[in-house]
């Protein structure tokens, strides 16, 4: 993203009273897109909603039922607005869900969770996607507000069609430890698709590599690392926090499977630092690579021009005083010695390119 992009998402919210949504991404063109999972052990409801006045008739006190929203579309803030109201969600809170630069982070209040964090996924033709997802958790109903469609959720939507595992058999508390550990695991997916992008680039180094390009690449491997490890590093904590924080919407035979996501995201935070670690000493490894090509033309160069020395040397103290030097009588003799050396000159840089000494 450009300086000007990232100081005009910083002025969007300038000035403004707090608890004022602002949507601060860049997906302004952004469709609006809502699915609902309505579901029990014995059946489930999936219906695609055209506005959001269908959200509303799901909120319901149903102890046999638990309600799944899935909002795309954060660009539509009075959509978010709408919902917060009938939700009861507080404002500040809406206001971190259109905000795409929010650190991951959990509030608690009496009726519901606020958890927002980072979605990473890679895709063939952009790269590494960060996107923006926050999570409601209510009696009974999970909301998900999600920047733009696209996301790590179809196995989840799959189980909770066909009934596999235990995702409708338990409460919303379960269905929200369910979405959170979905995108844990893209995570790992993420990490170690990004270690096979050091290793790789770690290899051709080793083989003795040094192309411009590879510098470029190091820092694109920098800033992804950064990237992630913003989006994973406070997970942890937010996840013991969930964790430990008793909180009645939270049912403790649960517990366990977030205590499992707590192991998860600290093995995930140890793999992202040791590939850190290993993106910060690509760089040097690289110079490393260029100082040892180096010192081998210089030894090659410095060959070369020892056995001239002493040529040259000859040379100089006798010049061209001969009195036997046919040359020096042809009518060409100038024009061929030109010739000669412009010949010389491209045959040596034609010689450096091939070893790539240029």
């Known amino acids: 993203m450009s300086k000007k992009n990232r100081a005009r998402r910083n002025k969007q919210k300038t000035g403004l009273s707090p608890g004022t949504v602002v949507y601060t991404g860049h997906k302004s063109e ?43 579309g954060l660009n539509h803030t009075d959509v978010i607005e709408r919902i917060g109201t009938h939700f009861n969600i507080h404002p500040l809170i809406l206001e971190d869900i ?10 608690e209040f009496e009726d519901y969770l606020s958890l927002n964090m980072k979605m990473l996924y890679y895709d063939v033709e952009k790269g590494l996607i960060t996107e923006q997802i926050s999570l409601i958790l209510g ?3 999970v909301l998900s507000f999600q920047e ?26 379960y269905l929200f430890y369910a979405l959170i550990d979905n995108i844990v695991d893209h995570y790992f997916v993420v990490v170690e698709t990004l270690g096979d992008k050091i290793e790789d680039l770690e290899d051709d180094l080793f083989n003795g590599s040094t192309q411009e390009f590879i510098s470029t690449q190091i820092q694109d491997l920098k800033r992804e690392i950064l990237r992630i490890r913003r989006s994973i590093f406070p997970l942890r904590d937010i996840i013991n926090r969930i964790e430990k924080s008793e909180h009645r919407l ?10 499992d996501l707590y192991d998860h995201t600290i093995q995930v ?74 010949v010389m000159f491209v045959l040596m840089i034609f010689y450096f390119k091939r070893k790539k000494w240029l």
Do not use: C
């Open 269 to 342: 935070n140890e793999n992202t630092e040791v590939y850190r670690e290993m993106v910060w000493g690509l760089m040097d490894m690289y110079m490393t690579g260029l100082s040892n090509k180096m010192n081998e033309v210089m030894k090659v160069l410095t060959i070369i021009s020892t056995i001239f020395i002493p040529l040259t040397f000859i040379a100089g103290i006798y010049g061209m005083n001969f009195d036997n030097m046919p040359e020096l009588h042809y009518q060409y003799s100038y024009p061929i010695l030109l010739i000669i050396m412009l």
């Open 139 to 141: 009696h009974n109903y």
């Open 98 to 107: 259109a905000n795409t630069s929010q650190r991951p982070k959990v509030d």
């Open 30 to 72: 952004q469709k609006l897109f809502i699915e609902a999972f309505n579901y029990s052990p014995t059946h489930v409801k999936e219906e695609e909603i055209p506005s959001v006045d269908g959200v509303f008739s799901y909120k319901s006190d149903s102890k046999d039922h638990v309600t799944w929203i899935n909002i795309n």
């Open 250 to 259: 939270i049912d403790s035979k649960n517990l366990p499977f977030f205590q």
């Open 148 to 173: 733009a469609e696209g996301d790590v959720f179809n196995e989840l939507r799959e189980r909770i069609r066909h009934g596999k595992g235990r995702i409708r058999t338990l409460g919303s508390d």
